[in-house]
């Protein structure tokens, strides 16, 4: 279900490292999966979406990465920069439904 | 190319007072319209959704509501609002896999 209610973690990279966020899905049959951008009072950015049939999707800086046998999704973002610093949210959506279902958001500080 | 509008951008509103929220796409038809709410700090709830004109979907229940007249064009409405209806409140617009979310409207109940 929804990740409503819960405080967001935080991950803290140095500037120019690699970065992790993580997300753990809850439904098997999810078929699509994104990843958003959330900058302070702005509306989520798309970056890279992920159907479930791949395991890997490659993007300008940033891949995302499936494992549907531990349901489990994760953003890499390399060579972090000052300006990745956000709140990232996974999103995936049920067996080609009109709903998507968020995760509870992780936010990046990048450290200069 | 697609772009969704809200506003107002921010409302600082009293209890009990009335809302309407109104959210409008351009360059696309038909597109499953969203209405989500976002505490500060936390992630998204999603409020409601219309697959088409007249159509609404209610995800939570509360003291709002949501209608859409036109095929581009999402309301959100309460007759009184309580406190608790404080928020960040964001339209979303999708057609096939992918959503796309509008720049929000921060709601301020006082």
């Known amino acids: 279900g929804e990740s409503v209610g819960l405080h967001l973690p935080t991950l803290s990279v140095q500037e120019g490292d690699n970065s992790i966020i993580n997300c753990a899905y809850s439904?098997?049959?999810?078929?699509?999966f994104i990843w958003y951008k959330q900058e302070s009072g702005k509306g989520p950015q798309f970056i890279i979406d992920?159907?479930?049939?791949?395991d890997k999707r490659q993007g300008q800086r940033v891949t995302v990465l499936l494992n549907k046998t531990v349901k489990h999704l994760s953003l890499q973002i390399a060579a972090t920069q000052p300006g990745d610093s956000a709140v990232y949210f996974c999103?995936?959506?049920?067996?080609?439904?009109?709903?998507?279902?968020f995760g509870p958001g992780t936010r990046l500080s990048v450290l200069p | 190319s697609q772009t969704i509008h809200q506003w107002p951008a921010t409302l600082v509103q009293p209890v009990g007072s009335p809302l309407s929220l109104e959210c409008t796409v351009e360059?696309?038809?038909?597109?499953?319209l969203y209405w989500y709410r976002q505490a500060a700090g936390r992630g998204l709830q999603l409020l409601f959704y219309?697959?088409?004109?007249?159509?609404i979907s209610s995800e939570v229940p509360q003291n709002l509501s949501a209608s859409r007249p036109q095929d581009r064009q999402f309301i959100l409405s309460s007759k009184k609002l309580l406190l608790s209806d404080s928020g960040f409140y964001l339209c979303?617009?999708?057609?096939?896999?992918?959503?796309?979310f509008g720049p929000g409207t921060r709601l301020t109940v006082l």
């Open positions: 979303a617009w999708s057609r096939a896999h992918e959503q796309f």
């Open positions: 439904n098997s049959a999810s078929d699509y």
């Open positions: 992920i159907r479930s049939n791949m």
């Open positions: 999103a995936e959506r049920h067996n080609y439904g009109q709903n998507f279902v």
């Open positions: 360059g696309t038809s038909n597109p499953n």
């Open positions: 219309s697959v088409g004109i007249g159509q």
